[in-house]
């Protein structure tokens, strides 16, 4: 194992969330997933994760600070830290691992803040651990530890996701474009969000979208279905399955949206299965006067954000 051998180091990582700008639910796979086809952006509002090697075998160690921390046992940093030295064939509890999350992206959001910590973990071990794995090796546990996750290890901030989420392309980015984020203190869980949209769509007699692994997506034969070249391009596909479903079972979502409608964005939308919705805006003027107008109106938390026209904060060394 002497290629292994982890650098002294401390390496600083920033986990940035995402928004879906386009998000089509296809049907049930065999393996229980549901074909997607998405538009992912990353955007400026991020958690910042620490990882410093131990002395001795003491194992994994997470601390997490934060509003919202979701801190227990499966924690997708520890479990990004054990897939990791498990392939890397150094074994779960040697040598010793130190983890310090700062969160600021909330939890049960839609905006892949598990999966962007996780994604985090891989790139601050393949620093600590350089040569360990190969970049299929990490691609390959990215896919196996959450749908999202692939996609913060992607070349681009701008991705189209088909699949499950493995099956990644990244695209030429946009301008960066200044936006507004609100979470309402009420949502509902994915696996509750697909079921919801089976049984109104059973209940309607439409099918989902096809989408089966291999083809093309629903996206396919639209402005977003190459890349869109241009913001107006994205206004004008943005959707999401999720989004009837959520607002009709969760009222405060629907508040959500009605206000980010009212502020005249480019565009507003649910993120994911929700419970964040985003509006994105022509200005930053306009985006701040919208920030002060939602905070001032609704029971929701409101962040200011901005798209990602590069990843920042990959992975940085210390000694």
């Known amino acids: ?42 955007i400026d509002l991020a958690d910042e994760l620490e990882a410093r090697r ?25 479990l990004a830290a054990r897939a990791f030295l498990d392939a890397a064939g150094l074994g779960r509890d040697a040598p010793g691992l130190s983890f310090h999350l700062t969160k600021r992206i909330p939890v049960g959001a839609g905006l892949g803040g598990g999966s962007s910590d ?16 190969s970049r299929a090796r990490l691609s390959h ?9 692939p996609f913060f290890l992607c070349a681009s901030p701008l991705a189209r996701a088909r699949g499950r989420g493995e099956r990644l392309e990244a695209l030429p980015t946009l301008p960066p474009r200044s936006g507004v984020v609100v979470m ?33 997506g629903p996206l396919e034969g639209t402005a977003l279905g190459a890349w869109p070249v241009d913001w107006e391009e994205v206004a004008a596909g943005a959707m999401n399955d999720f989004q009837e479903t959520v607002v009709r079972e969760v009222p405060l979502v629907r508040e959500c949206l009605d206000a980010l409608g009212r502020t005249g964005p480019e565009l507003a939308l649910l993120s994911g299965s929700g419970a964040a919705s985003f509006a994105i805006y022509r200005s930053e003027e306009e985006a701040a006067e919208a920030g002060k107008r939602l905070a001032a109106a609704l029971d929701a938390r409101v962040f200011r954000v901005r798209t990602l026209s590069a990843w920042h904060g990959r992975a940085t060394l210390e000694p």
């Open 1 to 42: 194992m002497s290629g292994l051998r982890p650098r002294e180091s401390l390496v600083r990582v920033t986990a940035p969330a995402k928004v879906n700008l386009a998000l089509s639910v296809g049907p049930r796979r065999a393996d229980g997933y549901h074909e997607i086809d998405t538009l992912l952006q990353a």
């Open 54 to 78: 131990t002395s001795g075998g003491e194992g994994i160690g997470l601390a997490v600070e934060g509003e919202d921390t979701g801190l227990d046992g499966d924690n997708l940093v520890v």
């Open 141 to 149: 546990l990215a896919a196996r530890l959450g749908s999202d996750v």
């Open 184 to 216: 309402p203190p009420a949502g509902m869980p994915t696996a509750l969000a697909y079921s919801r949209l089976e049984q109104q769509r059973s209940q309607a007699g439409e099918g989902a979208t096809p989408a089966p692994d291999g083809a093309e």
């Open 118 to 133: 996780a994604a985090a973990a891989l790139r601050a071990l393949d620093r600590l651990f350089p040569a360990a794995l």
